[in-house]
């Protein structure tokens, strides 16, 4: 999207000529690109990649340059100038200057100048006034202060002297008592914590140039080694997925992922040994054996290690004929995205719950069923909003007043082996299940081809469709294409940490059942489904915004303890399969696979 | 084109100027005319640091690899031509800088045909055949010569279908003499016809009487009107010439766009035979009076208009596309002026004047060319070099430089200004004014 108020915007045909193609003439200009601006910069206070912004605090208090180390603040330096400027303009009382001017002489006599206390309004932590440590001055002991760590509990205090600063709010009143190195002088200023940007954003100009990046890192191929990925967050991973052996197609046991920065970098048939939480050291490279070393690392491309030049391959979809094949195709899609959300709620109820004491016969499989358990409840939430999606569209493209909500739930979902349909099948999370998990959500192949197609009638429309696309409608269908390839990356995640535990390990059941007739339990859990169902059919139907209500109550029945998420969970404690049942109700009959016979 | 020489521009000329219209605050980046919308903390940013703001001004106004350097005397190949076909007319303006077309004595003879065919196929032979190539015919009242002027066209459409050339005709009348054979020629033929005209009968009687005294508005609305009426092929407009002495510039311009003419441009005196050229203290209200009538045209123009008025029409397509020239015309350069005598002139306005004297049709003056032009880049003039409208004004007509003063300076600068403004407002609110004033480059 096009910033609504350019700084800068090439108006005649000579301006556009100087930076773009004549023939665009509206086109606008762009400033300096996003990636130049502060905000983009990687600074944290660790002490940065292109700013440490601990910077910052040394000019919290006017005037002053100040150096916080621990729980103490030395004076680095007083800028008298900007005293004497001040006092002239009638902005600092004599008083106040003459105690700046105090300090300056002091460090000019070559003396420490410490902060032994600091009064103000600490954020979160509220009004304060706190002692700092101090060194041993003349006579008097050294002091530890008020500031500890571990910063926690009721009447926490900040858990050292820079922490203390950064709470400080802008504009709040601050007052500081000085102290020089021999305790002779004490002397007390009040001002208001500093700015540290104009009205603009731009940096204040209290900081001098390269004052943000005089701490940073380096030499940064030997803090490539010290600092995790946590850090060196866009171009450091601390694992990825090993190099292919030469002619060895991407699985298992492939996937697993290995330290980034190993010392062995020899390729092998087999795999090299899994990242695993113990120390570094043998294993990857040495501190200083990495500065010679860097070239080494490889390139990482979608999690996995590569040598050779990396091509994307675009995958183009197939226009529909025309406006009814294309509905057709989206009736149906709503409906895949149904039966897979049915599929993967299914799977994850019949992991073991948390609790099971079993779990803890492997100090790995309690994280590893807790994460694929979330991993496929957030797929499934996924899928959910996928349904409203393509409603959306669909009502998009239908005649007005013709719209009818697509919550017909697919009869068969696109597979490849056998394909290109299968059953839809619910069942628990085995190994089988997780495999045609992958399968559903495999870029051109699963459902993703699917929407491939319906992409590509968008953008290349018959003469029926022309008119009712919008720019919407296609990005839309975008979306949801993009969020299957991170389903499909998910799921062989989900393969890579279940794969090294028997499917009993994990799973309630191999093959639970299902629930008998009249079971209690999946009673109200499929009297609660249709009532969702309901109240979506009714939401889509009435529209955005005027569906609001409806469609919000459908989202507030899934949680809470009364909701179908415990109502499911109930179902699978009786160690049952956690299925739903399709309403007897022509709005829900199960929808087949367009132009497809169903036996 | 060949670059032979470079007259650098001035340290100390601006980049820039800053202007504001309806449509916001603008910038003018002065080499190439470059025109840029400015957010409001932008524009107060640059009004603070004037230096800052040149700087990146410049930086805007960067050559890009499409544009020539505007430092360079170039010596293009010579596009148009002017034929002062005739030493003679049946008008006796007062202001005329052609005395009637015999150049004080220097062009007494009538131009024969043979003079003008062979200058044609000079410039046939030598002009650039993928541009277009113009043919015009002055004098004198060039219709005193009308056989030769048929003649040339027919001869030089027979050359330019040989050729595959695109040639085009024009002609600058008096309009009193237009007979019905020259309608059909302008109309067959791709002319851009310009007449003559100062404004209603009043006005246009004073200025521009018959030998004898009497008055040649009704006979010039009667032979045009024809032509007005069904201009074929041919382009008329009409050129009104200001004096001293009035400036009800409104009326006299409605009444010559009653008469069916689709635009006239107005050219004030600044050097005049009779003394009527406008001194310093007309500008002002010259400008006043223009100003006023582009405005009234700028609303047409809102409304979906066309705008009647060439010189705002030119100057608002000329910014449009960022037309940006170290030289206020041709001459010397891609035009040339043909006496009767044969020998090339660099400006219909200079015939007989030695400095200006480039050749003729058997050669050009190569180096002559060279240091007229060397001379005449806006760079070498001391007042123009340092002054922000340089690329577009460029000094203004070479006949015209002693007359140039502050004053008539400011009216240029003012007159651009309210433009520029202009120009920002249309584009807004109708950028279809515009767009199909976008053509490719060649």
Known sequence: MPPSQPKLFARNVAAVRRFADPSNLLSITAGNPVSTRLESGIGNCFPGLECDLRNLERRFFPFLEMDPIDNFIFLASVDTDGVAHAEAAGDLSQADASVYAGLADDLKAGRSVLVSRIAGTFGVLGPLSLNLGLPALGQAPAIDGDLTIPSTGPGRKPPDAWTAIRLLNEGTDVTLVFVNDDGSKTSTLTAKRARYLDDNGALSAAFLPGELSQSLCSPWTHDFRDCGCFYWASNHPDIAQPLLSPGTPAGQPWNAPVPWERRDRTVRATPPAKATEAPSEPIELRHYEINNRWQELHFVVGGREITAPFSPTAVQGAPFRDLTELLANLNYAAGVELAVAQEYLAAAFSLKPDSDPSLQANPDLPGDVKAARAELMRIAIGEMRHTRVVNDVIRGLSDAGKFEPALRVASQVPHQNPGPFRPVMARAATRQAIDDFIQIEAQSTGVDGLYNNILATLQFPPADVKNRVTDEWIQAIRSVIAEGEDHFETFLNIQEWLSSHSESDYLRALAPPRPPAGNPGDATLQAAYASVLNNLYTGYKKGRFLGADEINAARASMLGSDGVVAKAEAVARQNFLVTFTTPADPRFTPIDPPGVLVA | ?442
């Open chain 2, 1 to 442: 084109m060949l670059a032979v020489s470079v007259v650098p521009g001035s340290p100390q000329a601006p980049n820039y100027r800053r202007f504001r219209s309806g449509a916001g605050e603008h910038l003018l980046v002065v080499p190439h005319t470059r025109i840029f919308d400015l957010s409001h903390a932008l524009a107060a940013s640059l009004d603070v640091d004037v230096q800052a703001a040149d700087r990146f001004a410049a930086a805007l106004g960067e050559t890009s690899e499409l544009e020539a350097d505007l430092a360079a005397v170039v010596t293009p190949a010579p596009q148009s031509l002017s034929l002062n076909v005739s030493s003679s007319c049946n008008l006796s303006c007062g202001y005329c800088y052609a005395d009637r077309g015999a150049f004080g004595g220097a062009q007494a003879a009538t131009m024969q045909t043979v003079v003008a065919e062979q200058a044609v196929e000079r410039l046939l032979a030598v002009a650039d055949p993928a541009r277009p190539i113009t043919i015009g015919f002055l004098g004198g009242e060039p219709l005193r010569n009308r056989d030769l002027v048929h003649a040339i066209v027919h001869f030089a459409g027979g050359r330019a279908q040989q050729q595959k050339l695109d040639v085009r005709f024009s002609i600058t009348t008096n309009g009193t003499l237009i007979a019905d054979s020259d309608i059909k020629l302008f109309r067959d033929h791709r002319f851009a016809v310009t007449i003559s005209i100062d404004g209603d009968a009043v006005a246009h009687d004073a200025q521009r009487p018959l030998r004898n005294g009497s008055g040649s508005f009704a006979r010039l609305a009667k032979r045009a009107a024809p032509l007005l009426a069904d201009p074929g092929r041919a382009q008329v407009a009409a050129r009104m010439t200001v004096r001293c002495d009035r400036f009800d510039l409104e009326p006299r311009l409605n009444a010559i766009w009653s008469l069916g003419f689709p635009e006239a441009g107005v050219a004030p005196l600044r050097v005049a035979a009779d003394g009527s050229e406008l001194r310093d203290d007309a500008w002002p209200i010259y400008r006043d009076a223009l100003i006023a009538v582009a405005s009234r045209e700028l609303e047409r123009a809102m409304r979906g208009l066309p705008i009647r008025l060439t010189n705002f029409a030119v100057a608002l397509r000329q910014i449009h596309a960022g037309a940006s020239s170290p030289y206020p015309c041709g001459a010397g350069g891609g035009y040339f002026s043909v006496a009767a005598d044969g020998d090339w002139y660099a400006c219909h306005r200079a015939i007989g004047d030695k400095r200006y004297r480039l050749g003729s049709s058997a050669a050009l003056d190569e180096s002559g060319r060279r240091s007229f032009l060397e001379a005449r880049h806006v760079h070498a003039k001391a007042d123009c070099r340092i002054c922000w409208a340089r690329y577009l004004c460029a000094g203004g007509c070479h006949q015209e430089t002693g007359a140039r003063s502050v004053a008539s300076c400011n009216f240029i600068r003012d007159w651009l200004d309210f433009c520029l403004a202009s120009y920002c407002e249309l584009s807004s609110t109708r950028p279809d004014h515009f767009a199909h004033r976008l053509k490719p480059k060649a």
